[in-house]
């Protein structure tokens, strides 16, 4: 019986958390105080591929591509993404904007952007903000060169992508909580399709 050689990869006094692995390339959060990494192994070379910011979220990994959510110092929350050979930052946010999810799939990037989130919560009572101002937002892709807005008209949230097709809920109704019917989109590389249209409420659409 042939036995199993297993690595250690990590040599360093941090924590190491949320490994993701695709195609050979192995992404993980490495977590120390006021030190917060995205590290990147193929197996034999490790190497430190996000900036020194405040706080950053767990990693996904799709092929030799790596993307995640951090707080930058000057900016606020931003998406960034590493293609194994350089990262970039993908989103254009301000302070008072939240990253609600975000998914990836090759070279394709999605994720939701609430803008000003910090506002609509220190105002809410005030102007008796909906609470689906907090959970909807604008769905923003990056096809691998450049970004485009898809819901420009309407409240979008929880974005899937496969590829150059994505999916996602919205409403296009209302902006009460009584009355709003949250429909499926779907964008398939050229434009965007409502897939569902009835009374129901459709939530959390998958795509691969």
């Known amino acids: 019986m042939s036995q199993l050689t297993i690595k250690k990869l990590n040599t360093d006094e941090g924590t190491n958390i949320f490994p993701q692995i695709a195609q050979g390339q192995i992404a993980w959060l490495r977590t120390k105080v006021g030190d917060n990494k995205i590290m990147l192994s193929d197996g034999d070379k490790i190497t430190e591929i996000s900036e020194n910011v405040d706080s950053i979220s767990f990693p996904e990994i799709s092929g030799n591509n790596t993307v995640w959510k ?5 900016s606020g929350i931003q998406i960034f993404f590493n293609n194994s050979k350089q990262t970039i930052q993908l989103s254009d946010n301000n ?11 090759e070279d394709s990037v999605v994720w939701c952007t609430n803008h000003n989130w910090n506002l609509k919560l220190r105002d809410r009572k005030a102007n008796s903000i909906s609470n689906l101002d907090f959970i909807y937002g ?13 819901n420009k008209d309407y409240k979008g949230a929880y974005p899937a992508v496969s590829e150059n097709h994505v999916v996602w809920q919205g409403i296009t109704s209302s902006d009460s909580d009584s009355d709003s019917d949250s429909e499926i989109f779907l964008y398939d590389g050229k434009k965007t399709i409502q897939l569902t249209s009835n009374d129901a409420d459709d939530y959390f659409p998958q795509i691969s």
């Open 70 to 74: 951090a707080i930058k110092f000057d």
């Open 95 to 105: 302070f008072s904007d939240r990253i609600l999810s975000f998914d990836m799939s």
């Open 138 to 150: 604008k769905i923003y892709f990056y096809n691998g060169k450049k970004t485009i807005v898809l």
